[in-house]
């Protein structure tokens, strides 16, 4: 990939007929998109001939945990507590700061590749994801990640501190409170992650209802649904993201609604482990806004937004009848809603907003012909289309190439295998 030097870039010609426009991105913004924007206004900026392609936004990814990407098929096809007691969190307990880095740079090197320029993070060493992220060239915001079934008191308080004092945060990268979930997190400490949040103003994320067992559990062990048990606690306000949310039942869903807390749903991971399909169509209905994410390499199998977008869009459908989410809302709920719920003026290519996009090519057989550009992206294209990665006015993928994939390929699998067999 060329190292670019300019300070702004001018996309000439991009999109399909009969809308092709010229876009000008001048820092990390996007500064003009007009038919023809004459080279005179853009002294010293790069021109890229966009005839071949349509600027798309880029997508957002709402829920993962990046450096699971090293667990990717290790666990299969178990229900959801099985897979975790089981197998996921014995291998966990064997990740170094070291192994989570280079599993963090698989992670983000797949979401470049197939067109994600932001991820929500929930894991552990998170220093080393922030470090990772600031190479690497997107966004993020990372998990100050809460557990004290997983955790010791001192590793709980250096969370807190590390919120508490914004360690680490950049232009790129923010810090969010996730505690895990109601049943990995005692109702005392989730008092407590409510209390920082507030005392902060900052974002809390956490995985919610996700199970018919956790639902059950909940029920049994608090008299009350998770949700129901985040609204006691004073959890569910506008700061809330809540990952998955697939057993709501209708009285959860107004709570929700009034609180104005915003839904992650992750259809292609409830899928793959059989948890359920979230509501999508009743939460359209309730107008709760909703965005998506992937969920882990190891629940997924891949943090592609696009297979989930598409999910997304054909369950709707089955839930709601054809007319339920159309192509249009589905690519927005992959890009701009999650953009939005994370607090970033981002995933809409429109004057002022920060440049993140991608360059989809228009000669690629699944975007041709272009009865609707839309259409095609969202229900007939796949990552292969993705030309080029933009985010934050800079491309951190062109023609197909990120810097350094084959070694971080390498380095990923060389150290899964070992980890794999310690102790086995
Ligand atoms: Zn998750």
Redesign the pocket.
């Known amino acids: 990939m060329s190292k670019t030097l300019f300070k702004s870039v001018l996309l000439q010609s991009a999109g399909s007929k009969p809308c092709r426009r010229d876009v000008l991105i001048e820092g990390n913004r996007y500064s003009k998109i007009a038919e023809s924007v004459p080279l005179e206004c853009c002294q010293g900026a790069e021109v890229v001939d966009g005839k071949n392609f349509a600027l798309m936004p880029a997508f957002y990814n709402g829920?993962t945990?990046a450096a699971m990407t090293l667990l990717r098929g290790y666990a299969d096809d178990m229900e959801l507590s099985k897979w975790l007691n089981q197998y996921i969190w014995p291998f966990e307990a064997k990740l170094t700061a070291d192994d989570i880095e280079i599993g963090s740079r698989l992670a983000i090197l797949e979401m470049i590749k197939s067109g994600t320029v932001f991820f929500s993070d929930?894991y552990w060493h998170r220093e080393r994801t922030m470090n990772v992220v600031e190479e690497m060239g997107i966004r993020a915001s990372i998990g100050v990640t809460i557990s004290d079934t997983l955790m010791t008191p001192e590793g709980l308080k250096k969370s807190f501190d590390f919120l508490k004092n914004h360690v680490g945060e950049s232009e790129r990268v923010k810090l969010v409170l996730m505690p895990h979930s109601v049943y990995a997190v005692s109702l005392p400490c989730l008092e407590n992650c409510v209390a920082a949040a507030r005392d902060d103003n900052c974002l809390m994320h956490i995985?919610l209802s996700e199970t018919a067992k956790e639902v059950q559990d909940c029920k049994a062990q608090y008299g009350c649904t998770p949700v129901e048990l985040m609204q006691r606690i004073g959890a569910l306000d506008e700061n809330l993201v809540a990952?998955?949310c697939v057993h709501f039942t209708d009285a959860d869903m107004e709570l929700f609604a009034q609180a104005g807390s915003k839904a992650i749903l992750?259809p292609c991971?409830n899928l793959k482990l059989g948890s359920g399909i979230p509501p999508i169509a009743k939460f359209m209905e309730k107008k709760i806004p909703l965005g998506l994410g992937t969920?882990?390499d190891s629940s997924n199998n891949n943090l592609d937004m696009h297979e989930d977008m598409k999910f997304a869009a054909l369950l709707a459908k089955v839930q709601g009848g054809v007319e339920c989410l159309p192509a249009h809302d589905a690519l927005k709920m992959a890009t701009e809603n999650v953009a939005t719920a994370y607090g970033l003026n981002a995933g809409r290519i429109e004057e002022g907003w920060l440049a993140d996009g991608l360059l989809v090519r228009l000669d690629n057989e699944r975007m041709a012909p272009c009865h609707d550009l839309i259409s095609n992206w969202v229900y007939a294209a796949d990552s292969r289309a993705i030309d080029s990665v933009i985010c934050n006015g800079k491309f951190v993928m062109r023609g197909g190439h990120v810097d350094g994939e084959a070694e971080i390929v390498e380095a990923a699998s060389a150290c899964a295998h070992r980890l794999a067999n310690v102790n086995n």
């Open positions: 829920h945990h929930m995985h990952a998955h992750n991971s969920d882990g």
